[in-house]
């Protein structure tokens, strides 16, 4: 059974970096059939899209985010790591770690439980 | 920047059928899917490109696109499809997520 389990501070203070990890179990990792993915949720609100990386390293992300955010792979321990830079207020929210089906179309077909980073001073 | 726009709020009896709307410029060549999210929980894919459903949905999800519009069509409703729905679709290698549809079983 797939598990996606995120972790990192559930507190930061604005302007500094948000940095959450990824870690894969009970499914093929390093599959070329899979990429994986950052979508976040603010209290109350709806999804938002932060990035995708495939496996061969390629990243996609959000245009509105695209400045600040970098993910990154770590094969070795079935990782998958999400770094924003410049965190505001707004960036308070539940962050998603998601797996995305490498097809045409791709879709989201599996997701972590969130995990929630509160950006305050 | 691509938009998708989704009524806030529908309600539907139990047994009745319940429709979710997502709009999109173009959709129906983008293909979309949609994701149910209960309270406190993670979303769920309930229906992929355009009209698949996953392995363990039941049958009575069932989603369309036509023009500019996909629709999620929920047959027989239930009080457990009481939820928050998304549509997904891509633009320009990203994923752009609507602004959710609360789903109120009456």
């Known amino acids: 059974q797939l598990q996606l389990q995120e972790s990192g501070p559930g507190l930061i203070k604005p302007s500094e970096t948000l940095s959450l990890t990824c870690t894969v179990s009970?499914?093929?990792?390093?599959?070329?059939?899979?990429?994986w993915g950052w979508v976040r949720q603010p209290p109350g609100k709806g999804l938002e899209y932060i990035g995708t990386?495939?496996?061969?390293?390629?990243?996609y992300y959000s245009p509105s985010l695209k400045s600040r955010v970098t993910t990154s792979l770590d094969t070795s321990k079935n990782q998958v790591s999400l770094q924003l830079t410049s965190v505001t207020a707004a960036d308070t929210a539940v962050y998603f770690c998601?797996?995305?089906?490498?097809?045409?179309?791709?879709?989201?077909?599996?997701w972590g439980l969130g995990t929630l980073v509160a950006v305050s001073s | 920047s691509y938009e998708l726009t989704q009524p806030p709020s529908v309600s539907v009896s139990p047994g009745q059928t319940a429709s979710i709307t997502c709009s999109g410029d173009?959709?129906?060549?983008?293909?979309a899917c949609w994701y149910q999210q209960k309270p406190g929980q993670s979303p769920v894919l309930v229906i992929y490109?355009?009209?698949n459903r996953p392995s363990g949905i039941p049958e009575r999800f069932s989603g369309s696109t036509s023009g500019n519009t996909a629709t999620l069509t929920i047959s027989g409703t239930q009080a457990m499809d009481e939820a928050d729905y998304y549509c997904?679709?891509?633009?320009?290698?990203?994923?752009?997520f609507g602004g959710g549809t609360k789903l109120t079983v009456l």
């Open positions: 998601v797996r995305g089906q490498r097809s045409h179309p791709p879709y989201f077909d599996s």
């Open positions: 009970g499914g093929s990792f390093n599959s070329p059939s899979f990429y």
């Open positions: 990386i495939y496996f061969t390293g390629s990243t």
């Open positions: 173009k959709l129906g060549d983008k293909y």
């Open positions: 490109q355009d009209y």
């Open positions: 997904q679709t891509w633009d320009s290698g990203a994923a752009v």
